[in-house]
Nanobody, 127 residues
Framework: QVQLVESGGASVQSGGSLRLSCEAS????????LGWFRQAPGKNREGVSA????????TYADSVKGRFNIFRDNAKNTVYLQMDSLRPEDTGVYYC????????????????????WGQGTQVTVSS
């Protein structure tokens, strides 16, 4: 069965860095686009970044452009989110998800475009 397992969440101070990992199993990883989402307390889940084929440009939310970098290692069935210059507003539970859409298209960050989700990993950024 399809499984997505996130790791790497932690508590850090503002300006710090974290790298999140999402290890996938149960499907042909290289043939799917993947996305990272986050949900802050009392707020809706929002898209952070998404990646299709490795030779296609990923997408980023405006709030994280220039600070976050998404990349994938198909040999390890893992997608990563490198987060630098973290801010308190980056606090939340971070989820990875598998897209229903072709990885050849512009990676979507719409929640309804994703069919399988991980359990999430907590990121807390203190000022």
């Amino acid at each position: 069965q399809v499984q997505l397992v996130e790791s790497g969440g932690a508590s850090v101070q503002s300006g710090g860095s974290l790298r999140l990992s999402c290890e996938a199993s149960g499907f042909n990883f290289a043939r799917y686009a993947l996305g990272w989402f986050r949900q802050a307390p009392g707020k809706n889940r929002e898209g952070v970044s998404a990646i299709g084929y490795v030779d296609r440009p990923p997408t980023y939310a405006d709030s994280v452009k220039g600070r976050f970098n998404i990349f994938r290692d198909n040999a390890k069935n893992t997608v990563y989110l490198q987060m630098d210059s973290l801010r308190p507003e980056d606090t939340g539970v971070y989820y990875c998800a598998r897209s229903r859409l072709s990885p050849a298209t512009v990676p979507s960050m719409l929640i309804q475009s994703y069919d399988y989700w991980g359990q999430g990993t907590q990121v807390t950024v203190s000022s």
